[in-house]
């Protein structure tokens, strides 16, 4: 590739310039000189070229050339001098659309050095001072409707436009429409804004808000952290500018994620919270609603503001301090509410994502939002990037320390996004960028991104001393008067306010948080928002209450039926066709149901009932184990974009929607996407499904700092269902488990439930309670693999239609409960294992009893099953996990097996030995050791097996 790069002519600032001539070919044959018209005309005949249509194939073309070592220059006459100079001048203007943004003054500090950089010199194109007066066409340039302009008004204009405290980064996006858009808002203005009295009053007046509640707070409440703003107080300009913006274009609600600095700031001065609601948790009171709250910079809020379009929701989410995580929750939010308003052209409902320098290059979760913001099940439309670049990450401000990518914003340049750079002391240039931002979001419905340069005035918190490691640069923030302060200079010596205004405006602000009220309050109160979502009939409900799961066994024979109706001369997969016809038998009665036929009718049952159905998860449509087939292929398609069938979006012409999605290869960014969506909608069955339930760990933080503990420190509810696959065959320590034991040491204040299902009607069941109770909780189930299609693994439809979720199934077999010694009690797969030895063996002491759901624990249930064997001493917990895995010490240390044994029970431990991974990775030896549990179940119980802490 370096090769390619040094050697080719079609490279470097000789790239754009071709693109140009032919780009003017296009349109005017004429416009070009006569050997590019020649050379532009023999081209015409390559495959998919033509004036009609885009120029990608002669770039390409271009490209084949440059590899096969064919200059380009020898393709046509050679220029003459006049020529020379002009391609010079259009490369010149190209090398400023890409690399004029190095030489623009976007430091407040002014600590940057101006790079050398040869092709933003004239002489590099062979020009002296004797060419500026010269006059040379500016090519595509927007150059105030003239053609021609003469070299020193060409370079004034460039450098106005790429060098001051507005550039921009564009010119690697390959849609020329797209480039062309961006050159035609910032070339014709110089990228100078030109804003009228009111606005510039209003821009200061945010500058003063933001300004003046940072060093209220300073001076209240002396010593307590609160992330301060400081530093970058254009950024409340910012967010001004976007909304108004935003409400313009149509936009009706915004779904704001940011960290916490300077969440504060915004929660009064963009949202409207009272300063009141703030002081008060400032002085440490708090929400007696919360079973354990948090603090103030992670909480959110929401009100309604007007804009010039109307009234616009503002949502910002809550967050946890781990940087950026809540970004894909934002995303699955805003995806959920566009669904609810039928927004399918993406206009009405808006991310808006904040970030810090260190944290958007360093988090991975923004590559994994980049990739699937273009794709189907998860695209919202583009989102609009904000930056408060305050060029420190804690005490990291060296750059050779700060990342390997010259601006903290490159990686949105896999996504093609337009990158604004501007300087956080020239707010007017900073509502420009945004207002910007979102006229190309709603134009094109790509990401874009706003990259504010500013500074933080004090430490990483209130009780920080930043000069300790970076002296140089707080000794320049020292001597910094603040924007806001260098913003009503400028507008006092332009006229547009007396001297004594800006002291007016901040002693006017003052007064108004001393009655803990706001002077600029951008909230509305009273406004009837459409399109609401009422969770009013799911608070304070509890786990006891009932819910009838079942379904009419003609309903299920209905839906059955639709499940395996293809349209005509649909052509399946030979395997998938014998799948179809065993769920006909299945849906006829004629044969037991398996796992994929129950999980499908549950679906089935919940659409038809008006509730939602949403599963996303890599390779899910299918199912990783060739189970759940909910599209299914037509092998005789012709277009791969074709000849899909999706059974279960075809029960009833009345149904409610059912999607299912095959992820991109994503943990941590779909799970919280699909986290943020299922807490927008609580009438839908959001599940998100892991390939192995091994992999679920990737996505450890959404799980520790959201699902598990989202409603207990914010009050948010969450139906939101994960499946797990969960089960030890010999497949190694990274295909077995779903490590179940850190959600069981997550499970408290009845957080969540956990599940392991071990029959096809347990897993319908589950699922419809799910929806069909009114009590939205995080639902995790450690779902089988080779249960799936186990021979005794199966329900009959009557389960279906009479029954209901068993938290503990009780013995299977006839057994004389007075001659029962032994209890076993176990999870998921294992069980069948364990029957198949007993029954093998003629065991008549032992029962073996399930328990189905682990959290919250089922104390009647179990209670009632041990005292149907009045003899029965022993108890034994047998389980495939290690020791100190699984659900063993959680179900232990809490107590939940000893509370409901009585005084004659022992209780004893049957699993693998401890071990730092979960499963071993040699066949034999997994044998072994899961040949000893099935037998140290029923054998002699040592005291090495006795439980131990």
């Given amino acids: 590739m370096r090769q390619f790069l040094t050697n080719s002519y079609l490279f470097g600032s000789n790239a754009p310039f071709i693109e140009e001539l032919y780009e003017a070919y296009l349109e005017n044959p004429a416009s070009v000189a006569d050997q590019w018209r020649s050379y532009f005309d023999s081209l015409q005949n390559l495959p998919g070229s033509g004036r009609d249509v885009a120029h990608a194939p002669v770039v390409a073309s271009f490209a084949q050339m440059a590899k096969q070592g064919k200059p380009l220059a020898s393709a046509i006459t050679t220029p003459g001098v006049a020529d020379k100079r002009q391609i010079g001048v259009l490369q010149m203007i190209n090398a400023y659309r890409f690399q004029g943004n190095r030489w623009a003054q976007l430091d407040p500090l002014k600590r940057q050095e101006r790079p050398s950089i040869a092709e933003l010199e004239p002489s590099y194109y062979g020009f002296t001072e004797a060419d500026l007066s010269a006059v040379f066409n500016v090519g595509s340039f927007q150059f105030q409707e003239s053609s021609q302009a003469s070299l020193r008004e060409i370079l004034e204009a460039v450098r106005q436009t790429y060098c001051g405290t507005l550039t921009v980064e564009y010119m690697y996006m390959a849609d020329v429409q797209q480039k062309r858009w961006v050159q035609s808002k910032l070339e014709p203005i110089r990228s100078t804004p030109s804003f009228d009295v009111a606005t510039k009053k209003r821009i200061l007046e945010r500058l003063t808000a933001a300004e003046t509640l940072e060093k209220y707070l300073h001076t209240k409440y002396v010593g307590q952290k609160r992330f301060s703003l400081e530093g970058g107080d254009s950024a409340i300009v910012a967010l001004d500018a976007i909304i108004n913006a935003a409400g313009g274009r149509s936009v009706q609600e915004m779904v704001i994620g940011m960290a916490h600095r300077g969440r504060l700031n915004v929660l009064v001065n963009v949202l409207g919270k009272a300063p009141k609601m703030l002081f008060e948790e400032f002085e440490g009171k708090h929400s007696e609603d919360l079973e354990a709250g948090d603090v103030k910079y992670h909480m959110g809020f929401s009100s309604d503001v007007n804009t010039p379009g109307g009234p616009l929701h503002l949502s910002l989410a809550f967050n946890p301090s781990h940087l950026e995580i809540v970004n894909s929750v934002v995303e699955g939010s805003v995806y959920s509410r566009q669904k609810r308003r039928d927004d399918v052209n993406k206009n009405q409902v808006m991310a808006v994502l904040i970030h810090g320098d260190a944290a958007v290059a360093g988090q991975g979760i923004n590559q994994e939002l980049l990739n699937f913001s273009q794709t189907r099940g998860y695209g919202t439309g583009g989102t609009v990037h904000l930056v408060i670049n305050n060029q420190i990450g804690f005490t990291t401000s060296d750059p050779r320390d700060a990342r390997s990518s010259l601006y903290c914003t490159d990686i949105f340049k896999m996504a093609e996004a337009p990158i604004f750079h501007v300087n956080g002391d020239d707010p007017e240039a900073v509502a420009l960028a945004c207002q910007l931002a979102v006229e190309y979001r709603q134009t094109f419905k790509k990401d874009v991104v706003i990259d504010l340069l500013c500074y933080r005035k004090l430490g990483h918190n209130e009780q920080d001393e930043p000069m300790v490691t970076q002296p140089l640069m707080y000794k320049k923030i020292a001597q910094h008067p603040g924007t806001r302060q260098l913003y009503a200079d400028k507008l006092v010596a332009q006229g547009v306010c007396t001297s004594a205004e800006p002291d007016t405006m901040i002693a006017d602000y003052r007064d108004h948080l001393d009655r803990g009220e706001l002077l600029y309050n951008p909230a509305l109160s009273g406004h009837n928002r459409k399109f609401i979502q009422d969770w009013s009939n799911f608070i304070r409900r509890e786990y006891t209450d009932e819910a009838d799961t079942s379904v009419p066994m003609g309903e299920l024979k209905r839906f059955a039926a639709r499940l395996v109706d293809t349209p005509p001369g649909f052509t399946l997969h030979s395997r998938v066709a014998n799948i179809i016809d065993s769920r006909r038998a299945m849906g006829q009665g004629t044969q037991p149901l398996d796992w994929g036929m129950a999980e499908n009718l549950a679906y089935a049952s919940l659409v038809a009932q008006g509730y939602g159905v949403r599963i996303s998860g890599q390779d899910c449509g299918r199912g990783t184990f060739f189970h759940r087939h909910a599209v299914l292929h037509d092998q005789n398609r012709e277009r791969w974009d074709a000849g899909s069938h999706v059974p279960l979006a075809n029960i009833q012409p009345d149904q409610a929607p059912f999607t299912?999605?095959?992820?991109?290869?994503?943990?941590?960014?779909?799970?919280?996407?699909?986290?943020?969506?299922?807490?927008?909608?609580?009438?839908?069955?959001?599940?998100?499904?892991?390939?192995?339930?091994?992999?679920?760990?990737?996505?450890?933080?959404v799980i520790d700092q959201f699902i598990s503990s989202g409603e207990a420190k914010w009050g948010r509810l969450s139906g939101i269902t994960m499946l797990l696959p969960h089960g030890y065959e010999g497949q190694g320590p990274e295909h077995s488990s779903a490590r179940l034991e850190r959600y069981m040491q997550l499970c408290a204040e009845n957080n969540w439930q956990v599940c392991v299902p071990s029959t096809p009607a347990q897993i319908f069941h589950i699922l419809r309670r799910q929806m069909v109770r009114p009590l939205r909780k995080p639902l995790v189930v450690m779902t089988p693999k080779s249960l799936l299609r186990h021979k005794d693994a199966v329900s009959s439809l009557d389960e279906l239609a009479t029954g209901q979720f068993r938290t503990v199934i009780d013995e299977v077999d006839a057994f004389d409960a007075k001659k029962v010694k032994r209890i076993v009690v176990c999870s998921g797969k294992l069980y069948y294992e364990l029957l198949a030895e007993r029954?093998?063996?003629?065991?008549?002491?032992?029962?073996?009893?399930?328990?189905?759901?682990?959290?919250?624990?089922?104390?009647?249930?179990?209670?009632?099953?041990?005292?149907?064997?009045?003899?029965?001493?022993?108890?034994?917990?047998?389980?495939?996990?290690?020791?100190?895995?699984?659900?063993?010490?959680?179900?232990?240390?809490?107590?939940?097996?000893?509370?409901?044994?009585?005084?004659?029970?022992?209780?004893?431990?049957?699993?693998?030995?401890?071990?730092?991974?979960?499963?071993?990775?040699?066949?034999?030896?997994?044998?072994?050791?899961?040949?000893?549990?099935?037998?140290?179940?029923?054998?002699?119980?040592?005291?090495?097996?006795?439980?131990?802490?």
């Fill in 839 to 949: 029954r093998a063996k003629a065991i008549k002491d032992t029962v073996i009893v399930r328990l189905e759901q682990l959290y919250p624990f089922p104390n009647e249930a179990f209670a009632a099953e041990l005292a149907k064997y009045p003899n029965a001493k022993d108890i034994v917990w047998c389980q495939e996990e290690p020791r100190n895995q699984g659900a063993w010490y959680w179900i232990a240390s809490r107590q939940h097996l000893a509370r409901s044994m009585a005084s004659k029970h022992s209780l004893h431990l049957v699993s693998r030995p401890a071990s730092a991974s979960p499963a071993v990775g040699y066949y034999a030896k997994h044998n072994a050791q899961q040949r000893a549990i099935i037998e140290g179940a029923f054998g002699t119980l040592g005291q090495d097996q006795a439980p131990r802490f």
């Fill in 660 to 701: 299912v999605i095959d992820s991109v290869l994503s943990e941590s960014g779909i799970l919280g996407f699909e986290y943020g969506y299922a807490t927008a909608e609580p009438n839908q069955l959001v599940v998100w499904e892991a390939q192995f339930g091994d992999f679920g760990n990737c996505a450890q933080v």
